[in-house]
């Protein structure tokens, strides 16, 4: 059962243009999301997060945006640089009920920026 | 100088034996994880450790035994090999384990097993 799913394997975008992954959840007992990013041979990297009680969250290039009625996430990338070719797995927590927070991920969209 | 080290790296055997792979964290964190990265790339927690206690448990064969002898290190045993452990084995850690923690992982173990 898919609790978090990124139906995008992969999304190839030119350098200084935007790039959006997206993101879609199910459980409606999430409550915070986070995105990291995944070089080959490396482990992931926290890139941002967002709360549920916000809609948007901003760091430099990277903002992401979060529609709780559709249960779905985005991640815009602006602009896009050849070095944030990577895998971006987006993930989600549940704070209440006792769940003790632990990530449930998606399975990852490679983005590609070409020069 | 690694945060969040794994060893070893690469991990090839045949089923049916036991093996073990380590993670040490210098970054003072009291709280790590095992994750496993499956052929579908799902990203998917094994197990948590917070001061050396065991505080998440998936549902995860009990071939898998994770230890923790201190804060600073989470080693996961695996007896009996089967072809469907074969996997990329992250380690993470956190400095506690509350909503908004970021956690830190390791570069992976790929665990191929023949």
């Known amino acids: 059962d898919q609790q978090v799913k990124q139906n995008s394997p992969s999304l190839s975008v030119q350098e200084g243009r935007i790039s959006i992954l997206n993101c879609d959840y199910t459980?409606?007992?999430?409550?915070?999301f986070l995105w990291y990013k995944k070089y080959p041979a490396e482990g992931p990297t926290f890139l941002i997060s967002i709360s549920s009680i916000k809609d948007k969250n901003e760091d430099g290039r990277f903002t992401v945006f979060l529609n709780k009625s559709a249960k779905h996430l985005s991640l815009h990338i602006v602009p896009s640089q050849p070095g944030d070719s990577a895998v971006y797995f987006c993930a989600a927590s549940a704070g209440s009920g006792g769940s003790n927070y632990k990530l449930t991920f998606g399975k990852g969209t490679l983005l590609t920026v070409n020069p | 100088d690694t945060a969040v080290s794994q060893t070893p790296k690469y991990l090839v055997t045949q089923m049916g034996n036991d093996k073990s792979i380590k993670c040490e964290q210098n970054l003072g964190h009291d709280t790590m994880y095992w994750y496993k990265q499956d052929s579908k790339k799902f990203l998917k927690i094994m197990f948590s450790y917070n001061n050396k206690e065991l505080i998440i448990n998936e549902t995860v064969p009990n071939r898998f035994s994770p230890k923790s002898p201190d804060k600073a290190h989470l080693n996961l045993h695996i007896n009996s090999l089967e072809l469907g452990d074969s996997a990329v084995y992250f380690c993470?850690?956190?400095?506690?384990?509350?909503?908004?923690?970021?956690?830190?992982f390791g570069p992976g173990t790929r665990l191929t097993v023949l």
């Open positions: 993470a850690s956190s400095q506690g384990f509350r909503l908004a923690v970021e956690q830190f």
């Open positions: 459980n409606s007992m999430f409550d915070y």
